[in-house]
Each structure stands twice: as C-alpha cells, then as structure tokens.
C-alpha cells in the first residue's frame, strides 16, 4: 500500500504513471528476445561455412524453425494465464498479483544466458515460464483502471497502458547499444534490473482502490468515487461467464482486439529480422529503427485518447459511435498501409516509413478496442481483458510460424508480400465485423445497479 505523497500531485496520476511504468518493464522483458536473437546465432552459406559475425558472445546453431519456437514460447505462456488474470486481480487485487509475476519474470529474464548455455529448450522453458508469469500483468492493469479512473479521463489512462509500446520503443534500441559494446549476456542482465527497480516503486505507491490508499486526499477520493457510480462494486464478484460468452458485442469486441494483436505482435517479433536480414541495416540501426513504429503509436495513442476525452466531454457523440468511429484510425488505416507496404516496399527507408505510419494509425486502440472492455462491464473490464487477451495472444505464436513458412528457404522482399497481406486482413475484416456488432453501452450482465440513463444499460446477446 501507499504509505506517502509523491510529487503532490493527484494519486490517480501516480497510479496512471506506475501503470505506464509497469507495461513498460512487461514488454521489454516480453520483446528483448527478438533483437537479442540476432546476436545469440550462428548463420552459414549455402555451403555449409559459418557467416563471419562480430563477437558478441557464445552463438548457437539455431534454424528459422527454432527461432520462431522460442521467439512464441513466451506467448504460449502468456494466453494461459491471461484467462483467469483478471478474475485474479478482481479477487486478489491488481496490485500484487501483478507486482509478484513481474518480480519473478524478473529473476527468469536475468537466467536467460544460462539456459542458452545448456540448450534451445532450456531457453523455451524460460520463456515460457515469462509468459506465464506476465499474462496476467494487463487484465490487472484494466481492473485498476476501472478502480482509479473517472469516466471523462478513461481514454487518458487506457493510454497510459501503451507503455508496453514505449518499452518495445526503449528495448530495441538499448538492447543494440548493449550487444555491440558489452555482449549480448548483459542484453538479459540490464533489463532484469530495471524491472527489479520498477516493480519495488509499484509496491510503494500503488493501491487497488482509491478507498485503500493511504494518503490520497477525501477530496480526490469522493470525486473518483461519484464519479464512477454504482457502476463498479467494491465487493469481489464471480465473473458472469454464461451471459458473457452469449454477447454480440463482447465476440465483436474479441474480433477487434485480435485484429490490433496481430499486427502488433507480428511488428513486435518479425520487424528486427526483417530490418536486419532483409533490409540489411546493422544490429544498433535496426534497434532503432524497428522503435520508430512504436514511437509514432506511443504518441498516437495518447492523442487519439485525448480526442476521444474530449469529445466524451462535449457529448457530440455516443460511446457506441466513438468506438466505432475509432476503428477507421485504428484498424482500417494499418491494413491499408500494409497493403500498399506488400505492394510498393522495396526501398528501405520506404519500408520504415509504411511500418511507422501503419503502427502509428493503430494508436487510435485506446479509443476503440483498448477501452472497450470498460463500457461493456466496468465491473468485470480486467475477466473481460484477460479473455480477449488470451485468444488475441495467439498471433505472437502464429506470426513467428508465417514468417519461417514464408522465409525458410530465401529470406527477401518478395518473400514477404502475402506475409504483409495477412496482417492487412487481420486488421480490416474485425474493424467491419465490430461495425455491425459492437457497443459501446454498459451491458446488463455488468450485475450492478447503474447510476446511467436506463437506455444506456442495454441486454444484448446473440
């Protein structure tokens, strides 16, 4: 629990921050591996003669095939426990179930040189295991925000959950810088302490519910509180799993977070390849450059939220129509720029230019499917997370595989066009599945009683 002011200002920023800060360590541990990997193999010509590669560190004799096993392992995990994540924080709290996984995830990324050492399956298992210990880290992170957040700043701090972007955005980068000056070992060792230093200031500053916090100010308290309603319970409830899996907009909106997952986790592990292997540019420049799709969605996400704020605010447009019209930035735009990347990318920095703008677009996530759980069922937004999540964690298992089936005998441009087709369907068929079957109201099945108009509290299955 809390135990003293930070900075004198608001506790919800506080929380926002930490809520940032702890997305920011999940992704470097989750994406450190894909740039890392470069470094830890062995090529060969056709010939059978080893690639001469700069020295940094043992390097091991492991195929496309092995790459993309382990570069999955952690999402084999990861869907596991992002099932029950959220029914955990809701019974256990987001606090420490999140705050403990992150710790030992900690441990596990800093034994990562020591598995390679023994075998490519010890290195699987320890991914694995991240996996599984970080699944449940972003259903905990929407159970605070639906404890923490009043509903005018909701697309604020959804958008502080994009600090897993920010984490892809500093990892790469870092990561390059660290290979090529200190080796690849410390690539493992340097992430591991700074999550380590993060995880012990979420202990120190974060409560579950504004009423736990020890310092936060009555004034501060009752204002998130009225805010909020009676739509979000105090007490722990069993998830309503029948009414949940019969509901129209609950299937639209897993539609629609499944098509965001996969072009963020196929950019998350296929993008340091592609900028290294096919492209051409060296280790630290494609650190580099595979962050700046990352950075353009960081800064993306924050406006389109604030965007979406605003017009909340002003009560131009209802909730439904928001989310909806939020698919257009979100999800239609990347699968157009993916497209037109299939067809017209063979310039290099033409390439990073597409990624950036695609990746960029899908900022817009906060104000459609990030925030969507939050106005279906307040009450259950992290059970709610952690079900999409779990079945939107599977294109960090799939892509791996789709670009070894497309690249395993010569690994260039053209190999890549119906890789980028994929990603473009994946985006755009869910943004016009959720046109004609998302909501944006609060569902009956949230089982509290609601401050809301009746009309915004609406039964709607399949």
Same mark, same amino acid.
């Given at each position: 629990?809390?135990?003293?002011? !930070?900075?004198?200002?608001?506790?919800?920023?506080?929380?926002?921050?930490?809520?940032?800060?702890?997305?920011?360590?999940?992704?470097?541990?989750?994406?450190?591996?894909?740039?890392?990997?470069?470094?830890?193999?062995?090529?060969?010509?056709?010939?059978?003669?080893?690639?001469?590669?700069?020295?940094?560190?043992?390097?091991?004799?492991?195929?496309?095939?092995?790459?993309?096993?382990?570069?999955?392992?952690?999402?084999?995990?990861?869907?596991?426990?992002?099932?029950?994540?959220?029914?955990?924080?809701?019974?256990?709290?987001?606090?420490?179930?999140?705050?403990?996984?992150?710790?030992?995830?900690?441990?596990?990324?800093?034994?990562?040189?020591?598995?390679?050492?023994?075998?490519?399956?010890?290195?699987?298992?320890?991914?694995?295991?991240?996996?599984?210990? =970080?699944?449940?880290?972003?259903?905990?992170?929407?159970?605070?925000?639906?404890?923490? =957040?009043?509903?005018?700043?909701?697309?604020?701090?959804?958008? =502080?959950?994009?600090?897993?972007?920010?984490?892809?955005?500093?990892?790469?980068?870092?990561?390059?810088?660290?290979?090529?000056?200190?080796?690849?070992?410390?690539?493992?060792?340097?992430?591991?302490?700074?999550?380590?230093?993060?995880?012990?200031?979420?202990?120190?500053?974060?409560?579950?519910?504004?009423?736990?916090?020890?310092?936060? =100010?009555?004034?501060?308290?009752?204002?998130?509180?009225?805010?909020?309603?009676?739509?979000?319970?105090?007490?722990?409830?069993?998830?309503?799993?029948?009414?949940?899996?019969?509901?129209?907009?609950?299937?639209?909106?897993?539609?629609?977070?499944?098509?965001?997952?996969?072009?963020?986790?196929?950019?998350?592990?296929?993008?340091?390849?592609?900028?290294?292997?096919?492209?051409?540019?060296?280790?630290?420049?494609? %650190?580099?450059?595979?962050?700046?799709?990352?950075?353009?969605?960081?800064?993306?996400?924050?406006?389109?939220?604030?965007?979406?704020?605003?017009?909340?605010?002003?009560?131009?447009?209802?909730?439904?129509?928001?989310?909806?019209?939020?698919?257009?930035?979100?999800?239609?735009?990347?699968?157009?720029?993916?497209?037109?990347?299939?067809?017209? %990318?063979?310039?290099?920095?033409? !390439?990073?230019?597409?990624?950036?703008?695609?990746?960029?677009?899908?900022?817009?996530?906060?104000?459609?499917?990030?925030?969507?759980?939050?106005?279906?069922?307040?009450?259950?937004?992290?059970?709610?997370?952690?079900?999409?999540? !779990?079945?939107?964690?599977?294109?960090?298992?799939?892509?791996?595989?789709?670009?070894?089936?497309?690249?395993?005998?010569?690994?260039?441009?053209?190999?890549?066009?119906?890789?980028?087709?994929?990603?473009?369907?994946?985006?755009?068929?869910?943004?016009?599945?959720?046109?004609?079957?998302?909501?944006?109201?609060?569902?009956?099945?949230?089982?509290?009683?609601?401050?809301?108009?009746?009309?915004?509290?609406?039964?709607?299955?399949?």
């Amino acid at each position: 629990m809390a135990v003293m002011p !930070c900075f004198c200002v608001p506790k919800r920023v506080n929380v926002a921050i930490m809520l940032f800060m702890m997305c920011l360590v999940n992704y470097m541990m989750r994406v450190n591996l894909s740039i890392n990997i470069i470094a830890m193999v062995e090529e060969r010509y056709e010939n059978g003669t080893i690639v001469e590669k700069p020295d940094y560190g043992n390097r091991y004799e492991w195929s496309q095939q092995d790459q993309a096993l382990l570069l999955g392992g952690y999402f084999y995990g990861y869907m596991i426990t992002s099932l029950p994540g959220g029914t955990l924080a809701e019974m256990l709290g987001g606090r420490n179930v999140a705050g403990y996984s992150c710790l030992a995830s900690a441990v596990l990324t800093a034994l990562t040189p020591l598995a390679a050492s023994w075998d490519k399956y010890a290195v699987f298992t320890i991914r694995f295991l991240i996996g599984l210990l =970080s699944g449940v880290v972003y259903p905990c992170c929407h159970y605070l925000v639906s404890k923490w =957040s009043p509903p005018d700043e909701k697309g604020k701090f959804v958008a =502080s959950l994009m600090g897993g972007t920010f984490g892809t955005v500093v990892t790469w980068p870092l990561c390059g810088v660290i290979i090529e000056n200190l080796g690849w070992v410390w690539a493992f060792y340097v992430v591991a302490i700074i999550v380590f230093v993060v995880v012990g200031l979420w202990f120190y500053l974060i409560s579950d519910t504004p009423a736990e916090h020890s310092t936060i =100010s009555l004034k501060e308290r009752e204002f998130i509180e009225n805010s909020l309603g009676a739509t979000v319970g105090n007490k722990p409830k069993w998830p309503p799993y029948r009414q949940l899996v019969v509901s129209m907009p609950f299937w639209a909106l897993t539609m629609l977070h499944y098509g965001s997952m996969w072009g963020l986790f196929f950019l998350i592990t296929a993008t340091p390849k592609f900028l290294s292997e096919v492209l051409g540019f060296d280790l630290s420049s494609a %650190g580099i450059l595979s962050s700046l799709p990352h950075i353009a969605r960081l800064l993306a996400a924050f406006g389109f939220g604030a965007i979406a704020d605003w017009i909340r605010r002003k009560g131009w447009w209802t909730m439904t129509f928001i989310r909806k019209f939020f698919c257009i930035p979100s999800h239609i735009l990347p699968g157009v720029m993916l497209i037109v990347l299939a067809f017209f %990318g063979r310039d290099p920095y033409v !390439c990073v230019a597409i990624m950036t703008i695609s990746l960029g677009f899908n900022g817009a996530a906060t104000s459609s499917n990030l925030a969507n759980s939050q106005d279906l069922a307040p009450n259950f937004a992290g059970t709610m997370y952690g079900i999409i999540n !779990c079945l939107g964690t599977t294109p960090g298992i799939f892509s791996p595989l789709i670009v070894a089936a497309f690249t395993s005998e010569t690994n260039t441009i053209d190999d890549w066009f119906w890789i980028f087709i994929i990603g473009a369907a994946a985006y755009i068929l869910p943004a016009i599945f959720f046109w004609f079957f998302g909501s944006g109201k609060i569902q009956k099945w949230n089982e509290v009683k609601t401050t809301e108009p009746s009309e915004d509290v609406v039964n709607t299955k399949l």
